[in-house]
């Protein structure tokens, strides 16, 4: 069955970089959009930044210019960097493919396999 796993989560100070992986296996399609969004304690879960099957990305306000987005279609694999970290970019980062015939969200409903998560700390 469908899996995602993230990996590079850790703790920072503010203004440091953090790449965070997500392996993915199992699945019977290819999801055309694949994501990665966030929860803090005590706020909704959020998109961070998404990208689909040609390489369109989308990203959150707050991540436009400090985060990137990027797969290897090869090796199933999909990233995020994120550099000058905040404090407010501390939070769970879950990695997630989109339903079946999602072609382009940035919904998390319409996201429908999720990794269990990794957590980004950013401390001052």
């Known amino acids: 069955q469908e899996r995602l796993v993230e990996s590079g989560g850790g703790s920072v100070q503010a203004g440091g970089s953090l790449t965070l992986s997500c392996a993915a296996s199992?699945?019977?399609?290819?999801?055309?959009?694949m994501g990665w969004f966030r929860q803090a304690p005590g706020k909704e879960r959020e998109v961070v930044a998404v990208?689909?099957?040609?390489?369109?990305?989308g990203y959150e306000d707050s991540a436009k210019a400090r985060f990137t987005i990027s797969k290897d279609k090869d090796k199933n694999i999909m990233s995020l960097q994120m550099n000058s970290l905040e404090v407010d970019d501390s939070a769970m980062y879950y990695c997630a493919a989109s339903r079946k015939g999602v072609r382009w969200s940035m919904r998390a409903t319409d996201f429908g396999i999720w990794g269990r998560g990794t957590q980004v700390t950013v401390s001052t």
């Open positions: 990208i689909n099957d040609r390489g369109n990305v």
């Open positions: 199992g699945f019977s399609y290819t999801p055309y959009v």
